[in-house]
């Protein structure tokens, strides 16, 4: 029996077509540790070797692929940690490395995690040029009151400053924004979407 392209019986599912991979990618360091974060992440005590980390997560990927044969990337996604700690450079040699280990579909969505604390406009025209095609953009809040209390290490202005090079440069960004603060309104409020939107029209 076949059903939604997955060939069934009491062995198991067997797939008539090999479904698309989507790959994460970590990269654990920032700037500094936020008070409200759980993730793996560390605070990054001098600069990471970025070249040495790279050759890790590449031979990780290497001792993976016999699992994978025959199947293509559909998404990545860089994640952390603040991965725009990293180079362009670093960025660039990752990519190439995943691109010659496994196949990716030419439409395929590659997205970067970036901190508005870290944000230089040459360094993200740098993930664009290295095949960055989506960045991930840690907000959280566009109130200077809550950047103060979640810990960020970026301001309001910073923040718009750097929404705005990333929408200009990339395009396709998403804005990551918190709810339910202490202290404000239980979901996210108007006045805080409205500042995002106006910081995205402010670029078309």
Sequence with gaps: ????????????????????????????WCLQKCPYCDFNSHE????????AY??????????????????????????????????????????????????????????LEANPGTFERERFAGYFAAGINRLSLGVQSFSPRHLEALGRVHGADEARRAAE??????????????FALPGSAKWTSPRRLRSARRTCRSTN
Excluded: C
């Excluded at 293509?72 to 603040?82: L, P």
């Excluded at 490395?97 to 590659?110: F, Y």
């Excluded at 090079?165 to 990551?176: C, E, P, Q, R, Y």
């Design 1 to 28: 029996m076949t059903q939604f392209g997955v060939a069934t019986d009491l062995g198991g599912p067997r797939f008539t077509a090999l479904p698309p991979l989507s790959l994460y990618v970590h990269i654990p």
């Design 44 to 51: 990054a005590r001098g600069a990471p070797d970025e070249a």
């Design 54 to 111: 790279v050759a890790a997560l590449l031979a990780d990927l290497e001792s993976a692929l016999p699992g994978v044969w025959g199947r293509k990337v559909g998404t990545v996604f860089i994640g952390g940690g603040t991965p725009s700690l990293f180079s362009p450079a670093a960025i660039d040699r990752l990519l190439s490395g995943l691109r010659a280990r496994l196949p990716l579909l030419p439409d395929a969505e590659v997205t």
């Design 165 to 178: 090079a990333a929408i200009t440069i990339f395009g396709n960004v998403n804005l990551d924004l918190m």
